[in-house]
Nanobody, 117 residues
Framework: VQLVESGGGSVQAGGSLRLSCVLS????????MGWFRQAPEKEREWVAA?????NTGVADSVKDRFAVSRHGNDPYLQMTSLQPDDTAMYYC???????????????WGQGTQVTVS
């Protein structure tokens, strides 16, 4: 199983980015995808998730600015009005279990860095 994120970068406050994740080698026909982030010296936190039927969940802290979607096998995270507190490594994850609008991750990508100044 391989997950590869892309779309990260450096932006000024108020800017936007769209993160993408490409999944390959997953043998399960039904699975969900999630986005997580980890800032320096902080724990990894859940950001958003989308299931096989495109049901979604987004963390309250970002729900007014972030949106998650899925096109085929691949999830996207559209981020707008980015703030310095959004600076983090963003990870894509895939899992088989959907619980309360969260995707329980089984596999992780390597992450893509988002820096907001």
């Amino acid at each position: 199983v391989q997950l590869v994120e892309s779309g990260g970068g450096s932006v000024q406050a108020g800017g936007s980015l769209r993160l993408s994740c490409v999944l390959s080698g997953y043998t399960y026909s039904s699975y969900c995808m999630g986005w997580f982030r980890q800032a320096p010296e902080k724990e990894r936190e859940w950001v958003a998730a989308v299931d096989i039927d495109s049901n979604t969940g987004v963390a309250d802290s970002v729900k007014d600015r972030f949106a998650v979607s899925r096109h085929g096998n691949d999830p996207y995270l559209q981020m707008t009005s980015l703030q310095p507190d959004d600076t983090a490594m963003y990870y894509c994850a895939a899992g088989r279990k959907w619980e309360g609008s969260h995707c329980v991750p089984d596999n992780w990508g390597q992450g893509t860095q988002v820096t907001v100044s």
